[in-house]
């Protein structure tokens, strides 16, 4: 059954550096989705991704954050100069218009 | 603020037993709801979605609709301790005119189903 992969599983970095987080979302799925979740707490949006550019982004994706599809596979979230408040799980997720699958997600740990 | 509430729990049943998960939104123009459970320290995985009033059953699952009451609900039948899990409520909000859109999650409910 196809899925959506992410890497890497868990991601350690120091404030301030630029990390970049993958996806490879399900091969026929044209919507592409960016959530994270900090500990204890909702499953919160970040953008949506269609049609090569942004359709959608929270308040939460500020200039610090972009996404990119550098190729017909990937998807990729990068953060530009990491805080400490954005250590969390990210998940991308993909759609064929209809139902929204998950990824295995990212633990992105900011010391 | 487009929200979407849940009990949090935590809610224990035995096994064999229904569990009942209930979920409001606030939002009127909602056309989509879905049912994910997430085990700890893992992702979302959809269970169930619904799209129109009334019940809709799958295996064990059944998903609840009542717009008018703006109320979402998931019984599971003959529980499992595999069923030990959080489940998160999400509604989709659609991107202007668009059949897509973006999911927004309730906070989520922590069953236990115990032997």
């Known amino acids: 059954e196809p899925e959506v992969t992410q890497t890497p599983s868990h991601q350690v970095t120091q404030m301030g550096q630029e990390v970049i987080l993958r996806c490879v979302p399900i091969?026929?799925?044209?919507?592409f989705y960016w959530y994270r979740q900090i500990l204890g707490q909702k499953v919160e949006f970040l953008v949506s991704?269609?049609?090569?550019?942004?359709?959608?982004k929270s308040e939460i994706f500020d200039d610090q954050f972009s996404v990119e599809r550098p190729d017909g596979s990937n998807f990729t979230l990068k953060i530009r100069s990491t805080k400490l408040e954005d250590s969390a799980m990210y998940f991308c997720?993909?759609?064929?218009?209809?139902?929204?699958?998950f990824g295995p997600g990212t633990r992105l740990t900011v010391t | 603020q487009k929200e979407v509430e849940q009990n949090s729990g935590p809610l224990s049943v035995p096994e064999g037993a229904i569990a009942s998960l209930n979920c409001t939104y606030s939002?009127?123009?909602?056309?989509?709801f879905f049912w994910y459970r997430q085990y700890s320290g893992k992702s979302p995985e959809l269970i169930m979605f619904?799209?129109?009033?009334g019940d809709k059953e799958d295996g064990r699952f059944t998903a609840q609709l009542n717009k008018a009451s703006q109320y979402v609900s998931l019984l599971i039948r003959d529980s499992q301790p595999s069923d030990s899990a959080t489940y998160l409520c999400?509604?989709?909000?659609?991107?202007?005119?668009?059949?897509?859109?973006?999911?927004?999650f309730g906070q989520g409910t922590i069953l236990t189903v115990h032997p």
């Open positions: 997720a993909s759609s064929d218009n209809r139902l929204e699958y």
């Open positions: 091969s026929n799925h044209l919507y």
């Open positions: 991704f269609y049609n090569n550019e942004i359709s959608e």
């Open positions: 939002d009127r123009g909602s056309q989509s």
């Open positions: 619904i799209y129109s009033n």
């Open positions: 999400a509604v989709l909000t659609n991107a202007g005119g668009t059949s897509y859109g973006k999911l927004t």
